[in-house]
């Protein structure tokens, strides 16, 4: 008891802490437990507390082919978000990029997408996003990173005592709607939890973000609601997604739903600005609003640490 | 004589007739594509007007008729898309990279 009142002390002196360093851009840090986010303090820290946990990586939309002014290098900062990843103090376990690999689906984008990727040495975990799938047949994508899933990418496989999930949700898309997972997938996706037990924690991961943010632009997803109610009963539920090039949460029960920064160019808050188009920043505050996310994941504690850490700043 | 200035005639209504089918094939029709919006939302031509849609957007687009009967490849920025309507009726279509982008052809 003393424990935990000491705990929840501690906590709140580290939300002080961690609001001062949200305001300095320096990162942010949540831990989950039982689906109510506390925070805990910066990588450091939470490595020193939970010396048995496993991390990964989320990456996301590389945009590797962009070359417009919000961003004329996309290659250089990805490179540098992969510098980041190298220099972390523990190895993660595995990366997954959430999509917008490539700006226009092709080859040559993709070979230097993970020739610069490759640079990590990890294991990288990919679903597509709209940029990727370019083509009618979706080929290119899935000839290079989807021969083992099913459909129009999506799978799913287990680490740490986690069950992971890859889905897909940027093709068939309907006039007027947001993001798709179709029937299909979400079949798939019933069947493959069946199987689960309730206290399984799932990490869920797509392209464009799997709750409104803001319909006027797209951002959400049509038949989110019915992936969401195939994981109520499970305690712990994290959704990692990108798409809109910024860092966004929200918790709603056990479900918390986070959006990643970019490695290319950042996209305005919604509703700020006349499109969601590429947000051109001063040069020396580009690599602020690009970043790397980090995930802690502490076996048999339900709780996942998710650290937003910018290029620079 | 008479056969000669006939034949000229005839000639010369050909010539016309050209002139006119011409005059009557209407000019194409643009439409924009900035800031993620179709512009004009709502476009209106007549039988057998092409219409040439243009990206000025950093991200590219897609045009996609809501029946899926036409698309266009996806237009990177500067990327044009022509279509020809040959048929009357109202013609719903969508960018299916952002399909909360939606516009339409009206061809009377």
Known sequence: MTHDAHDHEEGATRRKVLECMTWAGTGVLWTLSGGIPRSTGLIGEAKAEDSKAFSFLQLSDSHIGFDKPANPNANGTLMEAIGKVNALPAKPSFMIHTGDISHLSKPAEFDTADQIIGQSRLDVHYVPGEHDVLDDDRKIYLDRYGKSAKGAGWYSFDAGGAHFIGLVNVVDLKGGGMGNLGADQLAWLQADLASRTASTPIVVFAHIPLWTIYADWGWGTQDSEQALGMLKKFGSVTVLNGHIHQVMQKVEGNVAFHTARSTAFPQPAPGTAPSPGPMKVEDAKLRTVLGIRQVNFVPGAERLAVIDTPLAG | ?108
Not at chain 2, 58 to 79: E, F, M, N, R
Request: charged share 15%; glycine share 4%.
């Open chain 2, 1 to 108: 004589m008479n056969f000669a200035f006939n034949c000229a005639r005839a000639a010369l209504v050909a010539v016309s007739l050209v002139g006119a089918s011409a005059a009557v094939k209407a000019a194409d029709m643009p439409v924009s594509i900035d800031n993620f919006v179709f512009t004009p939302a709502e476009t209106q031509i007549t039988v057998g007007t092409t219409v040439v849609w243009t990206n000025n957007d950093d991200i590219p687009h897609t045009v996609v008729d809501a029946d899926h009967k036409w698309k266009s490849s996806a237009l990177d920025t500067g990327d044009k898309f022509s279509h020809t309507f040959t048929e009357p009726g109202t013609f719903d279509y969508f960018c299916s990279l952002h399909p909360h982008m939606m516009a339409k052809i009206i061809v009377k």
